[in-house]
């Protein structure tokens, strides 16, 4: 077995202090979750993170906030965390993840370092009323088309178990594989008892058929990246997944929940036969799809 596994790292660099009323998101402030919420994390912690990133093998550091969009200021913030990461010289792609952004503000991000930008449409145009009132998923669409067009790697996907049927699951797939993401996080559905929507775990069977059904439809260019909730539907299972056409992993914790410890999802990884992919190995993924 040869392929190698693209591992991921996230940074919460600003914490629940969103406006919007997505159902299954702990960082909104309308449901009062008990989530750690703070305006600004220091650039130097941000950089620290970025080297235990880069030291559980991940060749992506995404630098995530909490809210619709991003003003000056907080533009302004990211582009320095951006700068700092870069300047630390670890070979990670910097990611952002900030909500909806213009071209001029994508552009700014650019020249600070960031080379691909998160933006998930999070299921299908039909079931998203269900979830999400504040904003459209048309919306969430055309943030996708500019991040393309800005020429970021886009990195787009959604999440199970939110109460959507089987065509919904279809109809997501189909509209991530009209905007060509170079890398869609699968992420399923935890519970939390602030939340509105009140799903169980998804069963891992389940979760193993998505996943395959995933790759059926977006084809073999894409990472399909195993993302929040993994732990959860898995499980022991993971290698599973993996085998069903998954071949990224987030590293590390999550925006409000623990992830899998670092080095115990290294060693499932390499006692199953699974490199880790390389820096190198990132951006001739990224060139490749580009091309």
Known sequence: MSESIFLCAISNIASGSCNEDCGFCAQS????ASIERYKTKPIDTIVDEARAAKAAGAVGF????????????????VCRAASAVTAADLELTIIACNGT???DQLNEMKKAGVSAYNHNLET???FFPQICT??????????CERINAAGLALICGGIFGLGE??????????????LRPFSVPLNFFIANDSLPIKQGVIATNEAIRLVAKARGILGDAPRIMLAGGKEQA?????????????????VGNYLTTEGM?????RRTLLDAGYAIATPAECGAAKKAHHG
């Open 124 to 126: 299908s145009e039909r």
């Open 165 to 178: 049927n089987e065509d919904d699951r279809k109809s997501f797939l189909l509209s991530l594989k009209k």
């Open 101 to 103: 952004v213009s071209s």
């Open 134 to 143: 504040t904003h459209s998923w048309s919306e969430r669409f055309e943030v």
């Open 29 to 32: 402030a309308r449901w009062n």
């Open 234 to 250: 898995f499980g022991t299972r993971l290698t599973e997944a993996i085998e069903a056409g998954a071949n990224a992993l987030v």
């Open 261 to 265: 410890h670092s080095g115990a999802l």
């Open 62 to 77: 995404c630098l995530v906030t909490a809210g619709k969009g991003v003003d000056d200021k907080l533009l302004e913030y």
